[in-house]
């Protein structure tokens, strides 16, 4: 059996991505560039991670403060994800401790991390020795079956021969074993399937909101926008709006922004309804201002309904 080592731990993250090329994360890793690698990034931050995946996140990214994750991520260095998509396309042999974590949580290798590997080592070398002919294991210890030791030494037969084993006992546990069974088909034939989980559905951004496309594909056919994987906070949340001055920008209570902008390279303003990257261009969408409400935004739609007597 191959000792587990770091060497190891890194070769077998690679072999994983090998052979499922980024699994959920696919859409992200099939062809992984320094941008996927920062899209996949905050994917991970709107999921409930564990203790240990966050602890892998803050090893990478180093955040400063709790609530601004996602704005550390948008701003982080480019440069710093390029040994990881080297490392994933055999350009480099090994990574930094740093980058292999992320890599195991990208790709969901367990255990991670490299603490939590080397642990199973114990796990796998706890067998009982091997006997030879002499009744012996290969530590030379003799091995007392079908006995009793006491303190002493003193080995003692069983008493009146062989147990009868407690029928009423094994009767007992076998039908509470079964009522267990029963009780848990029963109530999960009752649950609703809401939160089933989607084999090869994906999304793509299609003109204004995302939509379900299947995973074999790599762009939506009309729009030539790439395949990325399903992110069902995304799909039901991001979407590019149309905004008036009868629009609601800011949250009554905390005053925080709803709305988020983007310049194109003509000078025209598109608005979005979540944070994130813009889903064509790739460049981090900016908080609404009163500024930019007050420099671009119309005064009402086209709309009979946008006027006002």
Known sequence: MEIKTSDSYQKEILKKYKKERGGEMKGYLMEPTSRQIREACISLLRKENSKNDNYILNRFFQFKNENDKLKTIQKFDADRFKP????????????????????ALLIDFQPRP????LKSIDANTNKKAPENESGKNTTGKKIITGENIDIGGNSKGKKNGTKKPNWKLVITIIFAFVAIILSTLFLKSRLPNNHAPLENVCMAWADSVYVKLSCNIKTHSKYGTRVEPL???????????????STTFFADKTNLPLIW???????????????GLH????????????????????????????FTN
């Open 261 to 275: 902008y983007h310049k194109t390279s003509e000078g025209d303003i598109e608005y979005f309804t979540s944070a």
């Open 84 to 103: 990881v998509v080297n490392f994933l396309k055999g350009k480099a042999q090994k990574t930094s401790p740093e980058n292999i974590e992320l890599i």
């Open 231 to 245: 992110d069902p906070i995304k799909l039901a949340n991001f979407k590019k709006v149309n905004v008036t001055m």
């Open 279 to 306: 889903p064509v261009t790739g460049e981090t969408l900016r908080k609404i201002t009163p500024y930019i409400i007050q420099t671009y935004v119309p005064l009402h739609s086209n709309s009979e309904d946008s």
């Open 114 to 117: 490299l603490q939590e590997y």
